[in-house]
């Protein structure tokens, strides 16, 4: 089991192993708890650090009563693994707007061509 750290303050999740740092950042606005970052370095990667990171950001809104808000396409792929399909239209709503704000389309695409 990884130690997790909360940094109140920073609004930042961290767990050291092996000499390396894991982070999750999130913003909290009112009772939102919108997660923006999350980073593995190589060398730990793989090995569920980012999901426990995960777990715990889910654990601490849960305690507090937040909303939590995916931003980052990690946070977005997990609440999307984890939850039971069908059982959240509200999430998924959050998951295709932060989608959306993730990958904003600066064009539309071009599609066929002229007669």
């Known amino acids: 089991m990884l130690q997790i750290i909360h940094d109140s303050r920073a ?16 913003e909290l606005d009112g009772t939102v708890m919108s997660i923006t970052h999350t980073r593995v370095p190589e060398p730990i990667g793989g090995r569920g650090v980012a999901a426990e990171l995960m777990r715990s950001a889910l654990d601490l809104a849960a305690a ?18 984890q939850s039971p399909e069908g059982t ?9 707007e932060a ?3 993730s990958f904003p389309a600066s064009d ?5 061509g002229v007669n």
């Open 88 to 96: 959240n239209a509200h999430l998924e709503d959050l998951l295709d």
């Open 11 to 26: 609004h930042r999740l961290s767990v050291e192993l092996e000499g390396h740092t894991g982070l999750l950042d999130y």
């Open 64 to 81: 507090n009563g937040w909303t939590v808000k995916p931003v980052c396409s990690y946070a977005v792929a997990y609440l999307k693994r």
């Open 108 to 112: 539309p695409p071009a599609v066929g």
């Open 99 to 101: 989608l959306d704000e």
